[in-house]
């Protein structure tokens, strides 16, 4: 491994990585990583071994308490005895502790090569494709042309482990913000359900949930080109642009936005300017996972402005009371709106 990172920088990769890091850290960190290769190497080694510690700890505890036991048997026929860990997944520690503490207690217990051993071919498997996938919390993601992505909740980023050398390209389902570094030789390609974002450099904001019923492209600065499948000409974007594909009608419609409104996810926030409340009621049901049914008498096209932080869902609901006729009622896992 390359020489260790000052400790205030090092401080600054945990946070990155475990989602907990500021717009200042991200600033800093990508200046630091602009200063040498061997920076830039040092993260991508703290990084593989932070998504290699998640990994293992998530999907394989199976496998390690299978050669936990493995090993006690064999130590047991020897005339010897051990003890079983208890091994839990990763937790929001220092990572750099964390990884210590569980190299130190695997190598003291004389099984770090053993397990390894019998975990590398899955494991290796697994990396053919490299996927991120954000659970209930954002997370913050530095590819490895130093571009970064913020992925939102229950999103899924998935790109080869030949991004940056022969392509540039990720898979997107769900919704992200991508702040891509300039490279005019190589575009930055977003594939996300029936949309093709092509940039060089730029920042703008895709969300494209499988379960919905269109593609929203926002761009925030720069360039960007965007293609949809079936059309033949494709969209070019200036800043303020916002792209929506109807992807039941198949049609493309093009309106003017504050960007700003529709990042503010990336700071656990909802911004809802003369929005439909359709596209209220998905955001609002990705956010709390649940099902929000409008009864006949309320109109989806009725546009509101309000904007969501920490409220509780029964306090946005009363938000949503507070500025329209709308009433909402419980009815068993189901939220019913109606008009009063």
Do not use: C
């Amino acid at each position: 491994m390359n020489e260790e990172a000052p400790q205030p920088i090092q401080e600054v990769i945990t946070r990155f990585l475990e989602g907990h890091a500021s717009e200042e850290d991200v600033e800093i960190l990508y200046a630091w990583l602009q200063e040498s290769e061997a920076h830039r190497n040092y993260f991508h080694e703290m990084n593989n071994t932070y998504q290699a510690s998640v990994t293992l700890a998530r999907y394989n505890q199976p496998k390690i308490n299978a050669a936990w036991e493995q090993l006690a048997q064999d130590i047991q026929a020897s005339g010897r005895t051990v003890e079983h860990p208890a091994l839990k997944p990763h937790p929001k520690s220092s990572f750099f502790l964390k990884i210590a503490a569980s190299v130190t207690l695997l190598a003291v217990a004389g099984t770090f090569l053993y397990i390894l051993y019998l975990l590398s071919t899955e494991f290796a498997a697994k990396q053919s494709t490299l996927v991120y996938n954000a659970g209930e919390n954002n997370m913050r993601i530095l590819l490895p042309d130093s571009s970064f992505v913020w992925l939102n909740r229950h999103s899924t980023l998935e790109y080869a482990p030949s991004f940056g050398t022969t392509n540039r390209e990720v898979h997107l389902k769900g919704e992200a913000f991508f702040d891509v570094r300039k490279n005019k030789k190589q575009p930055f390609i977003v594939k996300a359900e029936n949309i093709q974002v092509l940039v060089r450099g730029t920042k703008f904001n895709v969300q494209a949930y499988t379960a919905e019923p269109s593609i929203k492209t926002t761009l925030e600065e720069g360039k960007i080109e965007l293609y949809v499948s079936g059309m033949a000409s494709h969209f070019v974007m200036r800043p303020g642009d916002q792209i929506t594909l109807d992807t039941e009608a198949n049609k493309v419609s093009r309106r003017k936005v504050n960007p700003a409104d529709f990042s503010a996810w990336k700071e656990e926030q909802l911004a809802f300017d003369s929005t439909p409340l359709r596209d209220i009621i998905l955001q609002l049901e990705n956010r709390y996972k649940v099902n929000i049914v409008a009864d006949s008498t309320v109109a989806l096209d009725e546009r509101m402005s309000i904007t969501i932080e920490n409220e509780t869902l029964e306090e946005v609901l009363g938000l949503i009371q507070d500025v329209s006729t709308i009433r909402a009622r419980r009815d068993g896992k189901n939220i019913i709106l109606t008009n009063n």
